[in-house]
């Protein structure tokens, strides 16, 4: 079993940065690949952005890529989104997930957190 938390989430304005942090215990953390996902009010969850194990391969949905950064340090158990030029359709919750595959779908992940809010202002 793996424990994920989330932090890092909250309210700033278009255009600003946010660094959310994703701490994990448990498990052995660099077994895993790690994602983030959002989700907006009325809305389905999507992907945003996965790392695999050894954190040498990132990938991004198209919405948030050259402006997102996933990253991870493994000595820390803890797994990062650096997001940059925030606009309001980036407000959603963010959730972090763990799993044996290096995907971009939900399934392929199997431990999710419980979400940070982030809210981006016009």
């Known amino acids: 079993q793996v424990q994920l938390v989330e932090s890092g989430g909250g309210l700033v304005q278009a255009g600003d940065s946010l660094r959310l942090s994703c701490a994990a215990s448990g498990r052995t953390f660099s077994s895993y690949a790690m994602g983030w996902f959002r989700q907006a009010p009325g809305k389905e969850r999507v992907f945003v952005a996965a790392i695999n194990r050894s954190g040498n391969s990132t990938y991004y949905a198209d919405s948030v890529k050259g402006r997102f950064t996933i990253s991870r340090d493994n000595a820390k158990d803890t797994v990062y989104l650096q997001m940059n030029s925030l606009n309001p359709e980036d407000t959603a919750v963010y959730y972090c997930?763990?799993?044996?595959?290096?995907?971009?779908?939900?399934?392929?992940?199997?431990?999710w957190g419980h979400g940070t809010q982030v809210t981006v202002s016009s």
């Open positions: 997930a763990g799993g044996p595959e290096y995907g971009h779908f939900d399934y392929d992940f199997k431990y």
